[in-house]
């Protein structure tokens, strides 16, 4: 589903040139839930930009169910973001503004989707992360773990092929982390395909597959 082939990634900071992604080729597959671990700076989140289509690497191959990514526009990679992707981040970014289930509809806002199917969507999607009876609160009258969940559902709205999660547990206590964990778990068994990028292990265990980075290469694997 997701393959990335000698991808490299260079950032100017300055006079000096990091490259932030060496030579990295993956390969996920339909309803894998795959694991990314390595120290700070070992391009973790730069390897999940480039899968999100957020950002686009300076040479390689990158095929999303198929098509190659680097042959799209920014219309059609746009659209591509929005259909197949669903984002998950440790800081969680929901608007304030909005109560859940305004956060939850804002992906379909620029779709075809039409208000009434948003809404009923929306409010499946909450009860199903557990938070029908918080759907017209706001961010700042909830918890992480709450505002995590609310996450969840907004990535889900899409029926995205995959979820993209960076350190979602990163904010979390222990405790809040492994219910989170148990639901993206869960979700996983219902079909959905995952990558996630922890520092912890025990978050990684989760996961059937993991993979290993350090300076922006791929040093190894461990699987299930
Ligand atoms: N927009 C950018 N401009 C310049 N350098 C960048 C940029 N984004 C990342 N880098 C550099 O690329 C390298 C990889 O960064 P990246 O954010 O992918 O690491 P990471 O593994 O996610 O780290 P962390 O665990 O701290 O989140 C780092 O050296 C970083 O400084
Ligand atoms: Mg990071």
Redesign the pocket.
């Known amino acids: 589903m997701l393959a990335l082939s000698n991808i490299k990634?260079t950032?100017?900071?300055g006079e000096e040139i990091?490259?932030?992604?060496n030579n990295v080729s993956i390969e996920v597959k339909e309803n894998e839930f795959v694991a990314i671990m390595?120290?700070?700076?070992?391009?973790?989140?730069?390897?999940?930009?480039v899968l999100g289509c957020l950002?686009t690497p300076n040479s390689g191959v990158y095929k999303l169910g198929g098509n190659d990514v680097a042959s799209m526009s920014d219309d059609e990679l746009s659209k591509v973001r929005n259909k197949h992707i669903g984002f998950i981040f440790q800081t969680f970014h929901l608007l304030s503004k909005l109560d859940v289930v305004g956060n939850v509809k804002l992906p379909l806002r620029y779709s075809d989707v039409n208000d009434s199917e948003a809404s009923k969507r929306a409010n499946e999607l909450i009860e199903r992360v557990g938070l029908t009876h918080r759907k017209h609160h706001k961010p700042f009258e909830m918890s992480g773990g709450q505002r995590q969940r609310v996450a969840i559902a907004r990535a889900l709205i899409n029926k995205p092929s995959v979820i993209l999660a960076?350190?979602p547990t990163g904010n979390l206590d222990s405790k809040t982390s492994n219910e989170i964990m148990d639901l993206l778990t869960e979700l996983h068994h219902q079909g959905q395909t995952i990558v996630m990028?922890t520092?912890e292990d025990d978050i990684a265990k989760y996961a059937q597959r993991v993979i290993v980075?350090k300076d922006?290469e791929v040093i190894g694997e461990k699987n299930d």
């Open positions: 990634k950032f100017q900071n990091v490259t932030a992604l390595g120290s700070s700076g070992s391009g973790k989140s730069t390897l999940m930009n950002d960076d350190e990028v520092h980075m922006g």
